[in-house]
């Protein structure tokens, strides 16, 4: 059963605009942090009930700075700006793609892709985030006996693996401050956002006869924005 399956590689990946942005904004972090290695995860998952999460949303630092944003955000990945000669290193740590070569696909009812659906594999997040990308697998070992500045609270291994540095709390700081000040990418992104809202509204009003002469009219109403939303946003 785990043999014999064609593969199903990903085509014509291509990356968001949303990325140059995030490069200028690893340099601008960089620069702010010289000399000192650090890590910024995604967080994990929620449990809502039983084997019910609630729908993910990473940590607003770590999808400023990878661009890694909406559907495409997976729990417990971690970034990590590593020290090199000439400042750093970004490296994204992902849980790839579980084949169906691999136990995971139908045994790990978390993250095998029989249960929650295909992700990138490390090579397709390279590409996709156009960053370096590794197993997260990979990170206890990547990370232990290396002092770093994160943020804590928001991923088990990190907290364990990561001992307190003199820097987090200025890290800590420092990205919110960072996305106080918003580039041309996301106050395009605000305007789209108010756009599709007003159209919403209208669609309300447009609804609103419907809804008088309706029973439980409030359904009427919800439906059309809530119509709105699945077609311009997240829901």
Known sequence: MKSGWLPTPLVG??????????????????????????????????????????????????AYYTGVQGVEAEPDSV???????????????????????????????????????RRFTTDEASQRYGIEVRDVKELTKFLKGKPAAALHGYDGVVDTVVKPHARSEELVNFVSAARLIKDEYEIAQMQNAVDATYRGFNDVISALPAA????????????????????????
């Not at 002469?213 to 997240?234: K, L, Q």
């Open 212 to 235: 008088m002469n309706t029973p439980r009219g409030e359904r009427v109403v919800e439906s059309a924005f809530y119509g709105r939303a699945r077609i311009e946003g997240n829901d």
């Open 79 to 117: 970034l990590v700006m590593d020290l090199v000669d000439d400042g750093h290193l970004p490296l994204l740590f992902i849980n790839p793609r579980s084949t169906r070569e691999t136990e995971a696909f139908y045994q790990d009812a978390k993250n095998g892709e029989l249960w929650v659906g």
């Open 13 to 62: 990946i291509t990356q968001d605009e949303v990325i140059q942005y995030c490069v200028n904004r690893r340099a601008q972090l960089s620069e702010a942090f010289v000399g000192t290695r650090l890590v910024i995860p995604s967080g994990s998952s929620k449990q809502r009930s039983n084997d019910t999460d609630y729908l993910y949303r990473p940590h607003s630092a770590f």
